[in-house]
């Protein structure tokens, strides 16, 4: 089974920037769909990006379009998200899941979880 694990979250101030890192567990990592996904304090559990096995194509939510940037390299089996100009709506634990599904930006496909990692941005 796929194990995934989250880091590079905290505490930063708005307009600020952080990058989270997730750490996959085996070499199927390379043959599944990516993405992250945030939920906020009241809120549902969102996808914020997603990213094609190859990393070929991209999704990003209208929420963080020209802010968030997804990436993936296979080779260190490790996911990025690149946050910038954060903003305190962003803030939220941050989930990064795997899909072994073909379509990435079907969140029912997602099935594999990391345990989180908080960003917190303060205004």
């Known amino acids: 089974q796929v194990q995934l694990v989250e880091s590079g979250g905290g505490l930063v101030q708005a307009g600020g920037s952080l990058r989270l890192s997730c750490a996959a567990s085996?070499?199927?990592?390379?043959?599944?769909?990516m993405g992250w996904f945030r939920q906020a304090p009241g809120k549902e559990r969102d996808l914020v990006a997603a990213i094609t096995w190859n990393g070929g194509d991209t999704y990003v939510a209208d929420s963080v379009k020209g802010r968030f940037t997804i990436s993936r390299d296979n080779a260190k089996n490790t996911l990025y998200l690149q946050m910038n100009s954060l903003e305190p709506e962003d803030t939220a634990v941050y989930y990064c899941?795997?899909?072994?599904?073909?379509?990435?930006?079907?969140?029912?496909?997602?099935?594999?979880w990391g345990q989180g990692t908080q960003v917190t941005v303060s205004s």
């Open positions: 085996g070499r199927t990592f390379s043959t599944y769909g």
């Open positions: 899941a795997a899909s072994p599904s073909r379509y990435y930006t079907d969140t029912t496909g997602y099935y594999y």
